[in-house]
């Protein structure tokens, strides 16, 4: 059974940084993509950060050059680095990965930046 485990989310000011970690188990062959989506009260699921199988990641334009995603294969974990955190970066971010089992997804974790 494959499992995505996230942590690291919390309550922030603005213009702090959080570091987000993703923990990937089970049986898995292949991982094409990983992924970092948000979901903000009210507001549909989003795209934050993707690795794609061609391993350049992508942004959504209101995090470029303020977060950071990464992996590292040898400890199954994902990263999302974030600076400069902003009140509507309040969210439950969710890590996300696509491979030889389909989609699958962590349980969330909830990042808050006051202001």
């Known amino acids: 059974q494959v499992q995505l485990v996230e942590s690291g989310g919390g309550l922030v000011q603005a213009g702090e940084s959080l570091r987000l970690s993703c923990v990937v188990s089970g049986s898995i062959v292949r991982i094409n993509a990983v992924g970092w989506y948000r979901q903000a009260p009210g507001k549909q699921r989003e795209l934050v950060a993707v690795?794609?199988?061609?391993?350049?990641?992508n942004y959504a334009d209101s995090v470029k050059g303020r977060f950071t995603i990464s992996r590292d294969n040898a400890k199954n974990t994902v990263y999302l680095q974030m600076n400069s955190l902003k009140p509507e970066d309040t969210a439950v971010y969710y890590c996300?990965?696509?491979?030889?089992?389909?989609?699958?997804w962590g349980q969330g974790t909830q990042v808050t930046v006051s202001s």
């Open positions: 996300n990965i696509k491979g030889d089992v389909g989609t699958r």
């Open positions: 690795i794609p199988s061609g391993g350049i990641p």
